[in-house]
């Protein structure tokens, strides 16, 4: 699993605008019945990060504490979606580099 998209094998031989330009052109690919799969899942993982939070996290906690819990938490949640949404377009990119 790659967690940034320009250490996907696919990109990483290429130059830095060449690489940002095929992958927002496999952003823009079209919708598919799978990525209702997709957002179920980033949609279940947000939900269950925000239930585990607020039955796990005292109520009387410090916010110089909560800051810092909230804020790993936001940054856990986007690499886990930026891992999910490589996974998703990485064949695409394929496909992009074998038409290029």
Known sequence: MYWRWNRIP????LPQ????????EARRDPFRAT???WLAAITGILVGSAIAFVMYVPKNLPSWIELPIILGEVFALNAIVQSLLILRYR?????LRRLA
């Open 10 to 13: 696919e990109l990483v031989d």
């Open 17 to 24: 605008d060449e690489r940002k330009r095929l992958w927002d």
């Open 35 to 37: 990525d209702i799969l």
């Open 91 to 95: 064949p695409v990119v394929r496909r």
